[in-house]
């Protein structure tokens, strides 16, 4: 693996900046195709608790349902600026094996440490989620999450059979990649996703990426998703959940309060870091002239 590098508190702002854009060009989509949105995770927290950034934070997250996802999945096709922008998801990079997609920022190139031979699109970027229903069933419910963990499984066996912690795990990971394609955990959500989101549930939740607090293991309340407000982020306006109440006391807990100092560091841990200069005053007019034609 290589060696990661220490990032300096100016490139920490500069890789912020970077996430900024990726976010206002999500946010340009889904105004002008009436696609509902929310920012998700940190993004959110950083929106209600600071009215940007978490400062220390090293990424970006926005979520969507199924149903929206997919309009905004077609809606790229014709509306995104792909000279700067990719959206990157099983369908467009054939590389790629997260169970969620991602924004790319084109011209950059950010790799993290064990990812290094991977072979997708690298680059900034922003974690696109998306939400399906989850069985009231409680039986179901039990059975659809450790279907999905399997399916997770499946798919890191790439990195697993190189990064796993034992020479027996990276057995175990290597003979999952030999005998699963990528294609098998698609096909198996893409079921499971079809056969749910055909009527309402109490709960939703990203099928193969899991949620990580014990109170939302099966997933998020669907009435999260049912409603949205402006929050402010960095001096603009983006999409948020009304009830983010609740959906971050479940994601976070007393999410007012910050974490110790010891825990205020990002998760990035780069061993390739090259992204674009930009100033918070350049994206915000973007945003401006954005919104002039909305």
Known sequence: MGNIIELSEED?????LNILELIVEVDRICKKNNIQYSLDGGTLLGAIRHKGFVPWDD????IFTRAEYEKFYEACKKDLDKEHFFLQDYRTDEGYRWGYAKMRLLGTDVVRRGHEKLNF???VCIDVFVNDNVPDNKFLRWLYYWNNVVQRKILYSEMGRTNADSAFLRGWYSLLYRLFPKSVPFAVRNYWASKCNNKKTELVSHLLFPYP????????PSECFESFIDVEFEGMTFKGFEKYDKYLSLLYGDYMQLPPVEKRKGQLNP????????SLEEIQER????????
């Open 12 to 16: 920490k702002r500069l890789l912020q």
């Open 287 to 294: 945003y401006r002239k954005n919104n002039e034609h909305a």
């Open 121 to 123: 699109k690298s680059g």
């Open 213 to 220: 607090k014990k109170t939302c293991k099966y997933g998020m």
């Open 271 to 278: 061993v390739v870091f090259d992204i674009q200069k930009i």
């Open 59 to 62: 990424d970006g997250d926005v």
